[in-house]
């Protein structure tokens, strides 16, 4: 018994209890709770002010029946009972931060805990006897998943009692009736009947030539396909440059980026031919000589990755994730001539125009800029795409003529007279546009496209209506070059495959006599590639 | 003190019709965007320096500039208002399945109309602008309405708010299992709007 006041004033005295108890105390509480049962254990459970009497009941579980009695002898314990029991019985406990132990605590149906600690019961005490006037801490479990549903609904939990008025017009606006989304018209879209088209001449439907492209990225803001006038075409695949020369089928690597993080984010052949600028992942813009396989420059001006290039004679454009585009001179070593400040976010769609007088870019702030010559503000700034331009292309016969072809939330192909701003006509392709090229002997050009159907379209211009449709990929088509003779199309998609199309084959009959060195490179081509 | 007033100076008038103009355009961007009513009902109109598509469907238009627009105008110049709710139902059902939440506050102490405040319109436009992308930007994440869908827009003003007849008391159309984003705000230096959008959210 001696022991059970040793223990008491060890309770009184104790400032910090969250240290376990020993193992003693333990063993009598859980043997307490298996023997005893009825209701008189309420209050042996509870805090009962006085400690020892409390004590000495549980210190002899046998003598639980006469339990109730001795609390009773205790005035206090009557008006005290009540709120400890409260407080210290876990299933009908509001939980409060006072408890801190209170989560370690298994719930059980049956309110007599066996398996509490005895450090609970003793800290519980103590905090009851000394700090029984602190208030009780606000913000229980039940309120906090309440208010957090209500914020969830928009709803703040201040509002919701009544404060205010929430008042709508009484004549609503009525629906469109009989009208279906179009965006699900656009994700149901049916592929066009032949009797749509216009027969013009024969196009082959199916690719020439399927290339196998492993690794080949599928990000729709980078520029990995370009096709040289000496007939080489470049692809990135992930980390490298490969050069496919199309007359021999021969494959060569270029160059591999050094880190594992690192990859090429855009391709651009000088038109000479004899060499190709390169983005990387790094903010680099590199130089490379062909007939060396050396790189000549590396040139870093921006600040994050260039996603695309455009050549206008000695002068490199290149348009970065940091939405700025840079003008390099490739021939002196302060290459960075002018910085374009038009764009908010990544510039993915760069071309200068044939003569070299404009310069087009496409960006993910959906606006598209044109500028004059070497002018850094633009000239024109056409807003009206919805989404990301990335397909811009200069019309080679008419030199004021741009199409752009906006992302998945725009889906139209616009053109743009850049003598006087004006917009000459849009259509609506019913898929993401990723990429546009004019053909050079036709009054035709093409676009590739993702969802639905991933094809590659062929319009007339400038009728915009529609020739035909190049299906064969299964994820869209993101990357589109053009052969040096004009005649094949270079496809690649997401499906991590290069495909050649032969849609703007020359009729032989109607074909000039050769003239220059890309007509010869031509006829080569059509031996390659045409399946006879 | 009136005679001094600059372009620059944002009486609470001028704000309250800035704001509304603000809710024209953002109203029409949700419209279009979301696919409410077809794209054959809108045309281009710049606006803040952007190409925004707003509704030429004459019923629309009145519901708009003649009845909600002008009391909304009338209701912010006063500063009842406190929050315009822009809800997608479906129309068969009539579920809630999009809230468009424009939290509007009324800053400052005095709501008398003598003191302009400097800021420059251009920032407010440029502000105005970024909210406007992106709710043209939402259309990304959030999930495809595929059902017939109609539209209600509405206000909570105080309690004590004496309401045209032909304004009702309304639900606060909640979705119950939802997910929230939060949209850029801006500011007139008198009007804040703050705005976010709800969604019904399904795995």
């Given at each position: 018994m001696s022991s059970q006041f040793d223990f008491e004033n060890e309770v009184n005295s104790l400032m910090r209890l969250d240290k376990p108890l020993q193992a003693g105390p333990t063993a009598r509480w859980q043997r307490k709770a298996n023997d005893i049962s009825g209701c008189g254990n309420l209050s042996l459970h509870s805090k009962s002010l006085n400690v020892s009497q409390h004590l000495s009941v549980n210190y002899s579980p046998s003598k639980n029946r006469s339990m109730s009695q001795s609390v009773n002898k205790t005035p206090s314990s009557k008006t005290r009972t009540p709120n400890s029991s409260k407080n210290r019985t876990p299933g009908k406990l509001k939980p409060s931060s006072k408890n801190t132990s209170l989560n370690r605590t298994p719930r059980h149906g049956d309110r007599f805990i066996p398996s509490r600690q005895a450090t609970n019961f003793e800290l519980g005490n103590y905090r009851i006897l000394s700090e029984n006037d602190e208030p009780a801490p606000t913000g229980s479990l039940a309120e906090e998943d309440y208010k957090r549903r209500m914020s969830e609904n928009l709803q703040r939990a201040s509002g919701v009692g009544g404060e205010g008025r929430i008042l709508a017009f009484k004549a609503r606006p009525a629906a469109a009736e009989g009208y279906h989304n179009n965006t699900k018209v656009l994700y149901s879209s049916s592929k066009k009947s032949v009797s749509d088209r216009k027969k013009t001449r024969h196009i082959p439907t199916t690719a020439s030539r399927i290339l196998d492209a492993p690794d080949l990225g599928n990000d729709f803001y980078l520029n990995l396909l370009d096709w040289s006038s000496n007939n080489l075409l470049a692809v990135v695949l992930a980390r490298s440059v490969y050069l496919w020369d199309a007359s021999s089928g021969d494959i060569t690597m270029l160059m591999t980026m050094e880190g594992e993080e690192e990859y090429v984010s855009s391709v651009k052949w000088m038109p000479d031919g004899e060499h190709i600028a390169i983005g990387t992942s790094e903010a680099q813009v590199q130089l490379w000589d062909i007939a060396s396989s050396k790189r000549m420059r590396n040139m870093k001006s921006h600040a994050a990755r260039v996603s695309s290039l455009s050549w206008n004679d000695y002068i490199l454009s290149s348009g970065s994730l940091d939405g700025f585009v840079h003008h390099h001179d490739v021939r002196v070593s302060d290459h960075h001539v002018a910085t374009l400040t038009g764009h908010s976010q990544e510039v993915c769609g760069l071309e200068w125009s044939k003569d070299g007088r404009h310069l087009a870019s496409g960006s993910n702030d959906n606006i598209v800029n044109v500028y004059s010559s070497?002018?850094?503000?633009?000239?024109y700034s056409f807003t009206d795409h919805q989404s990301a331009v990335k397909a811009i292309a200069w019309c080679p016969w008419q030199s004021n003529v741009l199409a752009s072809g906006g992302g998945s939330a725009d889906r139209h192909i616009r053109f743009w007279n850049t003598h006087n701003g004006s917009c000459i006509k849009s259509v609506d392709t019913k898929s993401q546009v990723c990429a546009i090229r004019w053909s050079k002997h036709y009054k035709e050009l093409v676009s590739s496209h993702g969802y639905a159907h991933n094809q590659l379209t062929i319009w007339s211009y400038p009728s915009m209506d529609w020739v035909q449709d190049l299906m064969g990929h299964t994820s869209r088509v993101l990357y589109l070059a053009m052969s040096p003779d004009g005649q094949t199309v270079c496809s690649g998609a997401a499906d991590e495959s290069l495909r050649l199309w032969d849609c703007f084959t020359l009729d032989p009959s109607h074909k000039k006599k050769p003239k220059s060195l890309s007509n010869t490179a031509s006829s080569k081509i059509n031996t390659l590639f045409s399946i006879r | 003190m009136t005679s001094t007033k600059q372009l620059n100076k944002i009486t609470l008038k001028g704000s309250a019709a800035i704001v509304s103009e603000f809710f024209f355009y953002g109203i029409n961007n949700i419209l279009y965007q979301r696919g409410v009513y077809p794209p054959e009902m809108f045309k281009q109109e710049k606006k803040y320096g952007l190409t925004i598509l707003t509704t030429t469907d004459p019923s629309l238009l009145t519901y708009l500039n003649d009845n909600v627009l002008p009391q909304l105008t009338e209701w912010l110049e006063r500063g009842v208002v406190k929050r315009l709710v822009v809800v997608i139902r479906e129309c068969e059902t009539n579920e809630t399945l999009e809230r468009w939440q424009f939290e509007i506050e009324c800053m400052g102490d005095d709501k008398e109309n003598s003191n302009p405040r400097e800021k420059d319109i251009n920032v407010i436009n440029a502000e105005i602008k970024a909210v406007i992308r992106q709710i043209t930007a939402t259309v990304t994440f959030l999930p495809l309405l595929e059902v017939p869908c109609s539209f209600d827009l509405l206000f909570y003003t105080n309690q004590d708010l004496e309401a045209p007849e032909q304004w009702e008391d309304s639900s606060a159309c909640l979705i119950a299992n939802s997910e929230q984003v939060k949209l850029r705000s801006f500011s007139t230096s008198r009007h804040k709007v703050d705005g976010a959008v709800s969604y019904k959210f399904s795995m």
């Amino acid at each position: 018994m001696s022991s059970q006041f040793d223990f008491e004033n060890e309770v009184n005295s104790l400032m910090r209890l969250d240290k376990p108890l020993q193992a003693g105390p333990t063993a009598r509480w859980q043997r307490k709770a298996n023997d005893i049962s009825g209701c008189g254990n309420l209050s042996l459970h509870s805090k009962s002010l006085n400690v020892s009497q409390h004590l000495s009941v549980n210190y002899s579980p046998s003598k639980n029946r006469s339990m109730s009695q001795s609390v009773n002898k205790t005035p206090s314990s009557k008006t005290r009972t009540p709120n400890s029991s409260k407080n210290r019985t876990p299933g009908k406990l509001k939980p409060s931060s006072k408890n801190t132990s209170l989560n370690r605590t298994p719930r059980h149906g049956d309110r007599f805990i066996p398996s509490r600690q005895a450090t609970n019961f003793e800290l519980g005490n103590y905090r009851i006897l000394s700090e029984n006037d602190e208030p009780a801490p606000t913000g229980s479990l039940a309120e906090e998943d309440y208010k957090r549903r209500m914020s969830e609904n928009l709803q703040r939990a201040s509002g919701v009692g009544g404060e205010g008025r929430i008042l709508a017009f009484k004549a609503r606006p009525a629906a469109a009736e009989g009208y279906h989304n179009n965006t699900k018209v656009l994700y149901s879209s049916s592929k066009k009947s032949v009797s749509d088209r216009k027969k013009t001449r024969h196009i082959p439907t199916t690719a020439s030539r399927i290339l196998d492209a492993p690794d080949l990225g599928n990000d729709f803001y980078l520029n990995l396909l370009d096709w040289s006038s000496n007939n080489l075409l470049a692809v990135v695949l992930a980390r490298s440059v490969y050069l496919w020369d199309a007359s021999s089928g021969d494959i060569t690597m270029l160059m591999t980026m050094e880190g594992e993080e690192e990859y090429v984010s855009s391709v651009k052949w000088m038109p000479d031919g004899e060499h190709i600028a390169i983005g990387t992942s790094e903010a680099q813009v590199q130089l490379w000589d062909i007939a060396s396989s050396k790189r000549m420059r590396n040139m870093k001006s921006h600040a994050a990755r260039v996603s695309s290039l455009s050549w206008n004679d000695y002068i490199l454009s290149s348009g970065s994730l940091d939405g700025f585009v840079h003008h390099h001179d490739v021939r002196v070593s302060d290459h960075h001539v002018a910085t374009l400040t038009g764009h908010s976010q990544e510039v993915c769609g760069l071309e200068w125009s044939k003569d070299g007088r404009h310069l087009a870019s496409g960006s993910n702030d959906n606006i598209v800029n044109v500028y004059s010559s070497m002018e850094t503000k633009p000239m024109y700034s056409f807003t009206d795409h919805q989404s990301a331009v990335k397909a811009i292309a200069w019309c080679p016969w008419q030199s004021n003529v741009l199409a752009s072809g906006g992302g998945s939330a725009d889906r139209h192909i616009r053109f743009w007279n850049t003598h006087n701003g004006s917009c000459i006509k849009s259509v609506d392709t019913k898929s993401q546009v990723c990429a546009i090229r004019w053909s050079k002997h036709y009054k035709e050009l093409v676009s590739s496209h993702g969802y639905a159907h991933n094809q590659l379209t062929i319009w007339s211009y400038p009728s915009m209506d529609w020739v035909q449709d190049l299906m064969g990929h299964t994820s869209r088509v993101l990357y589109l070059a053009m052969s040096p003779d004009g005649q094949t199309v270079c496809s690649g998609a997401a499906d991590e495959s290069l495909r050649l199309w032969d849609c703007f084959t020359l009729d032989p009959s109607h074909k000039k006599k050769p003239k220059s060195l890309s007509n010869t490179a031509s006829s080569k081509i059509n031996t390659l590639f045409s399946i006879r | 003190m009136t005679s001094t007033k600059q372009l620059n100076k944002i009486t609470l008038k001028g704000s309250a019709a800035i704001v509304s103009e603000f809710f024209f355009y953002g109203i029409n961007n949700i419209l279009y965007q979301r696919g409410v009513y077809p794209p054959e009902m809108f045309k281009q109109e710049k606006k803040y320096g952007l190409t925004i598509l707003t509704t030429t469907d004459p019923s629309l238009l009145t519901y708009l500039n003649d009845n909600v627009l002008p009391q909304l105008t009338e209701w912010l110049e006063r500063g009842v208002v406190k929050r315009l709710v822009v809800v997608i139902r479906e129309c068969e059902t009539n579920e809630t399945l999009e809230r468009w939440q424009f939290e509007i506050e009324c800053m400052g102490d005095d709501k008398e109309n003598s003191n302009p405040r400097e800021k420059d319109i251009n920032v407010i436009n440029a502000e105005i602008k970024a909210v406007i992308r992106q709710i043209t930007a939402t259309v990304t994440f959030l999930p495809l309405l595929e059902v017939p869908c109609s539209f209600d827009l509405l206000f909570y003003t105080n309690q004590d708010l004496e309401a045209p007849e032909q304004w009702e008391d309304s639900s606060a159309c909640l979705i119950a299992n939802s997910e929230q984003v939060k949209l850029r705000s801006f500011s007139t230096s008198r009007h804040k709007v703050d705005g976010a959008v709800s969604y019904k959210f399904s795995m």
